[in-house]
């Protein structure tokens, strides 16, 4: 099957939930709390046991983290060289910085699981828990700035970083789930994509970005045409294995993720704006993202 097809379904789900959201009446507050129950509730548990089901040998977790952090400071490294370049104003950079670099994590998940299958999973589970301390650390640091928050109060409550830690910990000890947990467990991370998924749909606004164009147009093109090759280089460079490099590759290529929004809005950044960055972003990444895993050979 052509990776098109594969990537189809996930972009579906998407359409659906902007369809429930913005034809079908479901309001803002319904999805709100889905949103919340997911982040919260379905998807660390996703995550725990992706990573605690197959063997990880410290090596091979050093190589992953290594890699992510070099596709990571890369994006965050071309995301900040907009201001002094853009000249746009500090607050709106802030905002819109965090685009490219932050990752959708319940696209990225369930692409992993069509591309590489349970093992494909359990690889991008582990970039995604060592990409989210380093994402949140940059989008916090540079809103905060501006509004006074604090960063590692973000990280220390942050669910998918302790989830994440705890099903690496328990991973390297040997541990594992009785059997009624392993289930439970099992089942909460089948809910967590496409209800996740669903909620990006609904997310998606296309009203704000007026007096932004340049800002939005570099962020977009950091994230989807610039951080994949990025991502192909550092694989070559480190001597991944086939199937770490193309998860490297699919979370590089990832659109941002639909929590910017909620970062610039609680911080008080300029949410609408990120709202269209991330709207333009994953339509966009409906595209490139097969693009991209078709030019590095992906099957």
């Known amino acids: 099957m052509s990776v098109a097809l594969l990537v189809l379904p996930d972009f579906l789900l998407v359409a659906l939930g902007w369809a429930l959201r913005h034809k079908l009446g479901y309001s803002r507050e319904f999805f709100a709390g889905t949103e919340r129950m997911v982040y919260f509730v379905l998807f660390p548990a996703l995550l725990f046991q992706s990573i605690l089901r197959t063997p990880i040998t410290a090596g091979n977790a050093v190589m992953l983290l290594q ?68 994402c949140n650390v940059a989008a ?27 099903g690496l910990a328990c991973n390297l000890a040997g541990l594992t789930l009785p059997v009624p947990v ?26 704000g970005g007026r007096g932004h164009a340049r800002l939005i147009a570099w962020m977009v093109v ?11 280089g550092v694989a070559a460079l480190l001597g991944l294995p086939p199937l770490e490099s193309r998860m490297l590759l699919l979370f590089a290529a ?27 972003g994953t339509l966009l990444s409906a595209a490139t993202i097969p693009l991209w895993l078709m030019l590095a050979g992906t099957h």
């Open 140 to 166: 916090v640091y540079a809103l905060a700035r501006h509004s006074g928050g604090n960063v590692f109060k973000e990280l220390a409550r942050n669910p998918l970083l302790i989830s994440t830690l705890a």
């Open 222 to 232: 950091v994230k989807l045409l610039v951080l994949p090759p990025v991502a192909i």
């Open 67 to 134: 890699a992510t952090a070099m596709v990571v400071a890369t994006g965050v490294a071309l995301s900040w060289l907009a201001l002094p370049v853009l000249r746009s104003a500090p607050l709106a950079h802030a905002s819109a910085a965090q685009c490219g670099y932050r990752f959708n994590t319940y696209i990225g998940l369930a692409l992993s699981a069509s591309l590489g299958g349970a093992q494909g999973q359990t690889v991008m589970a582990l970039i995604v828990g060592f990409a989210v301390p380093m």
């Open 254 to 280: 990832l659109p941002t993720a639909s929590a910017a929004y909620v970062l610039a809005m609680r911080m008080g950044g300029d949410g609408r704006m990120v709202a269209v960055l991330i709207s333009l």
């Open 182 to 207: 392993d289930t439970v467990m099992g089942r909460l991370g089948a809910a967590a994509l496409a209800l996740g998924i669903l909620c990006v749909g609904a997310s998606l606004s296309w009203e």
